[in-house]
């Protein structure tokens, strides 16, 4: 049976060496049971990464692919994928912040049967607190916007057989938040927990820009329910502005006075501008995804590879 073992690089050239060296215990550990592969993704890094990786790759276990620039974290996992042979698939990344010590324990929940196998961070070490309540409560509230079980503190560091891959680069088009995709096509998963190391070398590359992005990506990807709020809003200020016009209107020609003060109307007004200000950026989301989709341009392109082929 072949391991495939997929790495996102961007910027790494300090941890990457460290990786290789950590790695190649764990495929000599497996070696009985799996024919292993590594597969580097350069997406784009800026830094001395491919110098490191073309060094790294003189072993022909180590391949790699480089993007022509930065296409992101997520489809850099997508093109891993796709280039990888392996039965069974790992995603791993590069600032060893999840530990490679932890594959074999992996490997052996898939051998009991399951189809996908979360690595979920039972600590999360040196991460500051608003990132790690950022986290914990994006989870959470994302589990609940779903139809479908989402496992809570799994990031992209799991285990998925080749049918649950090639569901993924199937739907990669439509989608491209792995973490809650493969959640979606229900295949059978167990969990593993661990607890994730605190960077080592060089800087985080999700800053709180990309993690809000990301987390937009989730919920625009998979999850209809901000256009049910824009709809069930939209459709309360409907009834509720038109109605207080007519309870007015109809106590004046009783000769009863309502009036309402300058500061209740800026709030009125203020709240219904705000909400259709809201709907409509919604829709404006949803939308320019579709016409990501229509437009069918390639999620990557790549300069070169390292013992693959094109």
Not at 49 to 58: G, M, P, Y
Not at 167 to 187: M, N
């Amino acid at each position: 049976m072949r391991l495939s073992i997929i790495v996102p690089v961007y910027n790494e050239e300090a941890s990457l060496p460290e990786f290789a060296r950590r790695i190649k215990p764990v495929m000599t550990m497996e070696a009985e049971r799996y024919a292993c592969e590594v597969i580097f993704v350069n997406d784009g890094s800026m830094d001395g990464s491919e110098s490191v990786l073309e060094e790294i790759c003189r072993d022909p276990l180590y391949k790699s692919v480089t993007f022509t620039r930065n296409f992101g974290h997520q489809v850099a996992l997508l093109a891993g994928l796709q280039y990888a042979k392996g039965d069974v698939l790992v995603t791993i990344d590069s600032d060893l912040q999840d530990p490679p010590e932890v594959i074999p324990a992996l490997l052996r929940e898939f051998e009991k049967g399951c189809d996908v196998v979360h690595a979920v961070r039972s600590q999360r070490l040196g991460e500051s607190k608003s990132k790690k309540w950022f986290a914990k409560m994006f989870y959470r509230v994302y589990r609940r916007s779903v139809n479908f079980d989402v496992p809570v503190d799994a990031g992209d560091f799991r285990l998925i057989t080749r049918r649950v891959k090639e569901q993924v680069v199937v739907a990669s088009e439509s989608s491209q938040y792995l973490r809650g995709q493969i959640a979606w096509f229900g295949y059978s998963s167990a969990s593993v927990e661990y607890e994730r190391q605190s960077r080592s070398y060089g800087i985080a590359k999700y800053s709180f820009r990309k993690s809000l992005s990301l987390a937009a990506n989730a919920v625009i990807s998979l999850s209809g329910l901000p256009l049910r709020f824009a709809m069930i809003a939209s459709l309360f200020l409907s009834i509720a502005f038109p109605a207080i016009v007519i309870i007015i209107t109809l106590a004046s020609a009783s000769g009863i006075q309502i009036s309402l003060s300058e500061p209740v109307l800026r709030v009125l007004i203020s709240v219904g501008f705000g909400v259709l200000s809201l709907s409509i950026a919604t829709i404006a989301a949803y939308l320019g995804r579709l016409m990501f989709q229509v437009r069918r341009l390639p999620l990557f392109v790549v300069a070169s590879v390292r013992n693959l082929s094109m």
